[in-house]
């Protein structure tokens, strides 16, 4: 699967997210070793630190799964510049691959890839 299709998928799926404080919808696609998708969006709490980004629900729907080897995650936001993945989401990504590739897009779907060694180079793992 492409760059392009993995984005895709993840802008199909960012109007699920439930975003009524920040009005910030995200969409995440996040593709495994086995060509599998997972998608997932960001789901606000009026406490806010309840809240939980669309990246880590992709992750944890795929952990769920019993699949745990990434291999890329799209991500798609409401803003016009490029939406990247906060710090805890890298962080997580970081726990199951730290090579994985993060892809990222406008408001006119252009895309950028980065490593996540790029984005968190200093990443906490044991």
Known sequence: MNEK????????????AYAPYSHFFVGAALL?????VYTGVNVE????GLTVCAERNAV??????GDNQ???????????GFTYPC????QVLA????QIRVIVCDSQDKIRIHSLTELL???FLL
Not at 5 to 16: D, G, S, T
Not at 60 to 65: G, N, P, Q
Not at 70 to 78: H, K, L, Q
């Open 45 to 48: 709490n009026s406490s806010y």
């Open 87 to 90: 710090g805890a989401c890298l």
């Open 60 to 65: 944890f729907k795929a952990i769920s799964e």
């Open 32 to 36: 495994t070793a086995g060509q599998n």
């Open 5 to 16: 299709e993995l984005i895709k998928i993840a802008r199909q799926v960012q109007p699920n």
């Open 121 to 123: 180079p200093q990443m």
């Open 95 to 98: 726990e199951f691959n730290p």
């Open 70 to 80: 990434f291999e890329a995650i799209a991500v798609a936001g409401s803003a016009e």
